[in-house]
């Protein structure tokens, strides 16, 4: 393995072990959401959930567009973007494929969990934003140093998305 690998394994295994361990410490901490026993109320609250994962994906349309407006890159055709727009523009490609994965997951799981563990919803989203900014403050220091954000934003979705069609397969 080389030194590039070991650098982005150790930042994989790290982001996925503190997304495990802040959902499992979030949840545990969350207010109780045992009330959410209806359809409804359940779709309610993860739509809210969501509505602050989308945050990273604000700030980052908001930087890019700020990035582009105040140099020669206001023409995205003429391909004059510095490194930070080129960065701050990937972050924000894969903050929206995550975001996308991240609400399905969360919307389609909200409607099979028992009210108690709803709570884990509220972890979730809160974890999504920390990873996404992780994310994009590790690219901005080395891309290498994504990978804790990324590994933690993408398990933390596909756990999202096979508990979700665990959950479906079982009726």
Request: proline share 2%; with cysteine; glycine share 8%.
């Amino acid at each position: 393995m080389t030194d590039e690998q070991k650098t982005v394994a150790i930042g994989a295994a790290s982001g996925v072990l503190s997304m495990v361990a802040a959902i499992a410490g979030i949840s545990q901490i969350w207010a109780d959401t045992s009330a959410l026993t209806d359809i409804a109320g359940r779709l309610a609250y993860t739509l809210k959930a969501n509505a602050l994962a989308a945050i990273p994906l604000m700030v980052g349309t908001i930087t890019v567009a700020n990035n582009r407006f105040l140099s020669e890159a206001i023409d995205p055709t003429l391909h004059k973007e510095d490194q930070a727009t080129l960065i701050n523009g990937r972050v924000l490609d894969n903050t929206l494929q995550q975001c996308v994965l991240f609400v399905i997951g969360t919307l389609a799981l909200s409607v099979s969990l028992p009210a108690s563990q709803m709570k884990v919803i509220a972890a979730a989203a809160i974890v999504f934003i920390v990873a996404r900014f992780a994310f994009w403050i590790g690219y901005r220091i080395h891309p290498l140093y994504r990978a804790f954000g990324m590994a933690a934003t993408m398990y933390l979705n596909i756990g999202i998305l096979a508990w979700a069609g665990w959950n479906i397969l079982r009726g």
